[in-house]
């Protein structure tokens, strides 16, 4: 089971040509910069846009063809606005209740509201509620009113890096006790990379890559578009903790070993860790490693080089044990090291992020 | 400044304008029902002695509240004999100057051919919805309507069915539309050129059913030193005017 | 001092101004609904008709109603096939034409409000599975209420206020036709100031607090954005 998205519209200097195959579990990130089409095609999919040429099969159930149209109340989804869009006549109580009262909703209230963390608010109005109250409320007005379908258009954009935090572990706790599928539309990297797990890239209204994360941002000439930001996102198990160094050994799925902060996981837990390009340097096969400050050293095959956005940097795609990494490096550099695809070095890594 | 300078030139020549005009001008309040010969007589006027006049139309009543308040008139040509009475006890009009220069003639019209037979049976008959007057409170040929009504001893049944117009020009318009079946107008509204009532039918109502209509022209306080206001009044009631008048259906003294 | 028949119109002007103001709710609401939503090239030109009285002299809506509403003319010839009879000189003929003349004192506030709504606690609510007319009623009306109550004092005041009208179509038949303004006329014309200044004094005073009454409750449109 799937969705699947045809879309194709034209105004001037605008068109979305989009034709994707969805995975119907799992948070989607749709990425890309603004203007790339990104929103129109999550309001397209909630039938907020009317695009006439379109097709779009929700796992197996037809919401729009030729000349068929599923107007946006009879679809079972929910949608969290970038501007929490609460209405403001109503109570918090109120507006949770209203879709919940509308689509016969069973789900509980109290879950949701303990889960994001508003049962607090349940009496106020939404202009006494901050910008992250506001969202959180969203997000469960979405929820309660039992959607098939979560749409999310950059829910976070609004806030300040504050509110961001505050709301992301809630987002994070949702991506684990969802069972729907969920579309998140956003321009930040970090969101994408603690949150998803597929990934959809827009540029210019066309899909430039789509598939798992980890392949994605690793695939293609996607990391340039991360720019700062370029990096991979890898699952890796917790398989010790040294409490004398205060430092936890993780393992990829091929076995390769980063030694990460403590940050209190317990052994066998499955966490999301992210590593930078910038935060990646290669080492010639030949200099065997050697004293230095960094800690996880790995040994990679060079895959291919890339281009980079400015002309004096270049990215390395490496693979350490099946698990893919970048490297952002001068080109100077990878010229001296003769660095070309098929050959071993050792990758230094100098930071790693525990995404949780 | 030459903005300024502009507006000053035009405002000279706006005034001086004025002031010329003013010297052989004659404003005059006309009752709304004597407009159309009264734009005759003043042509005529004007061809003849080579003064201007200036009208202006309207009821009687809002004329005297405009005259006690400084309206500039010169010459009242009323509808009633009421209105120069008062204007005479304010002393704001000058009784010697004072004429009857028409009498009113009132008659039942209706715009249906055949509705209103020629004895006004079709009153006592009532087989009508509305019957239209002028405000009797308000109008002469309004309180003549109410006065006939009251000696053909119709006044209390037909009270229902009367509605009341703000002038006899209104009361016109109601008959005329077709929305009241028939209505008490001045002759003069309904008179054509030749002398008949060419639309419609009617009941000219007998002398004897309501007072007489005297309509009565007065120099006002204002045209006091004004040659023309007078020279129009002598007009008014010379032979010439007379003619137009009768042809407009009204009586003469 | 005031006298009866003054109290009689008084009365048969707030029952017109009562019905008029309900009628134009009903009529006003989904007119300004459709102008403020719709992306209709007619919009432009029902707007404009919508606005006509409010700069047509009185005495002409009231001259052309009178010729329309008569037997000969189009609105009069309908109601005769009705079997609702000629509407001049009735006070459903007064509400009709007070209606048509009040109408954009109604629908132009109600359509700034819904138009400054913004279309999306609307997309909201049809996310959250609200039909149309759900979202109507418990988002759209509720969030224009500022809108509606200004249209609704304004309907009111206006057709208390309003004369020219009245005076082409009523006939000025006492407890049927004969409304204040109308009532206030006639003691002008008939000299009897002193009549004159007591309902003027009162049609002042009445228009005056309604007015700030509504500019107290409701200053300016309520910011929700």
């Not at chain 1, 899909?207 to 798992?212: E, H």
């Not at chain 2, 009532?197 to 005297?214: E, F, K, M």
């Not at chain 3, 010839?77 to 079997?83: C, E, L, N, S, Y």
Request: aromatic share 8%; glycine share 8%; proline share 5%.
């Amino acid at each position: 089971m799937s969705i699947e998205a045809r879309f194709q519209l034209a105004y001037p200097g605008f068109t979305l040509d989009v034709d994707l195959c969805l995975p119907s579990r799992g948070i989607t990130a749709i990425f890309g910069r603004s203007g790339s089409g990104k929103t129109t095609l999550l309001r397209a999919i909630a039938g907020l846009e009317r695009v006439l040429r379109g097709r779009l099969v929700f796992e197996g159930e037809v919401w729009q063809d030729v000349n068929f149209f599923l107007p946006t109340h009879r679809r079972a989804l929910g949608y969290v606005f970038q501007e929490a869009n609460l209405f403001p006549h109503l109570s918090v109580q109120a507006n949770l209740a209203y879709g919940k009262k509308r689509r016969r909703s069973q789900s509980d209230l109290e879950p949701i509201v303990e889960l994001l963390g508003i049962s607090h608010l349940l009496g106020r109005m939404p202009e006494r509620l901050s910008g992250g109250e506001r969202q959180r409320v969203a997000i469960a007005r979405a929820l309660l009113a039992n959607p098939r379908l979560l749409l999310m258009d950059e829910p976070l954009a609004a806030l300040d890096a504050e509110r961001r935090n505050e709301i992301l572990p809630y987002l994070e706790s949702l991506h684990d006790e969802l069972k729907i599928p969920v579309l998140y539309v956003s321009h930040a990297a970090d969101e994408v990379a603690r949150l998803a797990d597929h990934l959809v890239v827009l540029e210019g209204g066309r899909v430039v890559a789509a598939g798992p994360l980890a392949a994605t941002l690793a695939s293609a000439d996607l990391p340039i578009r991360f720019g700062e930001d370029a990096g991979v996102v890898l699952v890796a198990r917790v398989a010790e903790r040294d409490p004398r160094w205060h430092l936890a050994r993780l393992v990829l799925a091929g076995g390769t070993a980063l030694w990460v902060r403590d940050d209190g996981h317990p052994v066998g837990k499955t966490l999301r860790v992210r590593v930078l390009a910038r935060d990646v340097s290669l080492a010639h096969k030949a200099n065997e490693p050697s004293e230095s400050s960094i800690l996880n050293r790995l040994r990679v095959t060079v895959r291919e080089l890339r281009p980079d956005s400015h002309p004096a940097l270049a990215l390395a795609l490496l693979e350490a044990d099946g698990q893919p990494l970048l490297a952002r490096l001068t080109r100077r550099s990878a010229a001296e090291m003769k660095l070309e695809p098929g050959i071993m070095a050792w990758a230094q890594v100098k930071a790693v992020a525990v995404l949780g | 400044m030459a903005y300024f300078r502009y507006f000053r030139i035009a405002l000279s020549s706006i005034l001086a304008w004025i002031t010329i005009a003013q010297a052989d001008e004659v404003h005059v309040a006309v009752g709304a029902n004597f407009a159309s010969p009264m734009k005759l007589i003043a042509a005529e006027f004007e061809k003849e002695t080579g003064h201007k006049i200036v009208l202006s139309y309207g009821t009687v009543g809002k004329f005297y509240a405009q005259i006690k308040n400084g309206a500039p008139f010169e010459v009242l040509v009323s509808s009633d004999q009421e209105t120069p009475d008062k204007l005479v006890a304010d002393g704001l009009a000058l009784e010697t100057t004072r004429r009857t220069y028409a009498i009113g003639r009132l008659v039942l019209w209706s715009a249906k051919p055949g509705f209103v037979d020629p004895n006004g049976e079709v009153l006592k008959k009532g087989e009508f919805r509305h019957l239209a007057i002028a405000n009797p409170k308000l109008a002469v040929y309004g309180a003549a309507a109410q006065e006939t009504l009251k000696r053909m001893g119709l006044w209390e049944t037909l009270a229902p069915r009367i509605v009341q117009a703000e002038n006899i020009t209104q009361a016109h318009q109601f008959v005329a539309s077709g929305n009241a079946e028939l209505g008490f107008v001045a002759l003069s509204q309904v008179i054509d050129r030749d002398g008949r009532i060419n639309t419609g039918s009617h009941w000219l109502v007998p002398a004897d059913l309501y007072p007489r209509l005297r309509q009565d022209v007065i120099v006002l306080a204002r045209g006091r030193h004004n040659p023309a206001a007078a020279a129009l009044v002598d007009y008014l009631v010379g032979s010439k005017a007379r003619a137009i008048i009768k042809s407009y259906g009204y009586g003469l003294e | 001092m005031l006298s009866a028949s003054d109290y009689a119109a008084i009365w048969l002007t707030l029952k017109l101004a009562g019905v008029t103001t309900i009628i134009l709710l009903l009529i006003g609401t989904p007119l300004a609904w459709w102008l403020a939503r719709t992306r209709s090239r007619w919009k432009g030109l029902i707007g404009a008709v919508v606005a006509l009285p409010l700069v047509l002299p009185p005495t002409v809506i009231g001259f052309y109603l009178l010729v329309l509403m008569g037997p000969e003319g189009s609105i009069g010839q309908f109601t005769q096939w009705a079997g609702l009879g000629l509407l001049p000189f009735t006070f459903g003929g007064l509400v009709v034409a007070s209606v048509i003349y009040s109408l954009p004192f109604v629908v132009q506030p109600i359509q700034n409000a819904f138009e400054t709504l913004g279309d999306q606690p609307l997309e909201a609510a049809a996310t959250l599975g609200a039909r149309p007319l759900d979202t109507f009623f418990t988002v759209a009306l509720p969030l224009a209420r500022p809108g509606v109550l200004t249209a609704t004092v304004l309907g009111f005041a206006h057709t208390v206020g309003e004369f020219g009208v009245v005076l082409m179509i009523g006939g000025n038949i006492p407890d049927k036709t004969r409304v204040v303004s109308v009532q206030l006329y006639d003691h002008v014309e008939a000299l009897e100031y002193v009549e004159a200044h007591w309902l003027a004094g009162g049609l002042v005073l009445f228009s005056f607090l309604v007015l700030a009454a509504l500019y107290t409750l409701n200053p300016g449109q309520s910011s929700r954005r």
